[in-house]
């Protein structure tokens, strides 16, 4: 949408995370809505305050473990670089905007030297080098290759709805921590959209 600037045929932007949604804004690819319908229906925290974005749905980004063997399972994300699992935990690559914005939130409430820490727990921690998407760290736990991973909790959810391959037929091993809820609380990752700056807004809203 960048690249191709008025030129675009997009009208809608719709994507993943508060990071992406607040990159479009700063790339100058949306523009401000006035819509009563999305002020009246979305709450404010999940709105842009220029309008540029809103916050369509919003999902969990959770602690998973092998029920069999993870007695006392990490219950905060600082517990997950804790050395007492060493060897044990799964994650994505911290390429990955959701585990970007969940050491953002760790800067946030705890300070930026407290996220470094735990970057360097988690690290020492890795079961195996990050690989895959969510539905992966859920996988390695039924495959043994790990006992604790961090997921995006609708990647469970989706594999009670339907077959999962490496997944469903063993899910029952693993159980969820919604971590530190006598601190800041679950880290919550959003979906949103926005209008593309150049779309013709009379004839949407």
Same mark, same amino acid.
């Given at each position: 949408?960048? #690249?191709?600037? %008025? $030129?675009? &045929?997009?009208?809608? +932007?719709?994507?993943? /995370? ?49 029920? #069999?063997?993870? %007695? $006392?399972? &990490?219950?905060?994300? +600082?517990?997950?670089? /804790? ?123």
């Amino acid at each position: 949408m960048s #690249a191709e600037g %008025a $030129n675009s &045929p997009a009208d809608i +932007l719709l994507t993943v /995370d508060t990071s992406r949604l607040a990159r479009a804004k700063d790339a100058g690819i949306l523009q401000p809505i006035e819509s009563a319908v999305l002020e009246n229906n979305i709450p404010s925290y999940l709105q842009d305050e220029d309008n540029q974005w809103f916050g369509f749905s919003q999902r969990a980004r959770i602690i998973f473990y092998d029920k #069999a063997d993870v %007695a $006392n399972p &990490p219950r905060t994300y +600082l517990e997950l670089a /804790d050395p007492a699992y060493k060897g044990l935990v799964c994650i994505r690559s911290s390429t990955n905007t959701y585990n970007q914005t969940l050491l953002a939130s760790i800067v946030t409430h705890h300070s930026a030297e407290k996220a470094k820490e735990w970057a360097t727990g988690m690290v020492a921690n890795m079961a195996r080098a990050p690989q895959g998407g969510d539905t992966d760290q859920l996988r390695g736990i039924i495959s043994g290759e790990c006992e604790i991973s961090v997921a995006n909790s609708y990647y469970f959810a989706r594999s009670i709805r339907k077959e999962v391959k490496g997944l469903s037929a063993d899910r029952d091993m693993i159980g969820w921590i919604f971590p530190s809820q006598n601190a800041e609380g679950a880290h919550m990752n959003r979906s949103g959209g926005g209008v593309a700056a150049h779309a013709q807004t009379a004839t949407m809203l």
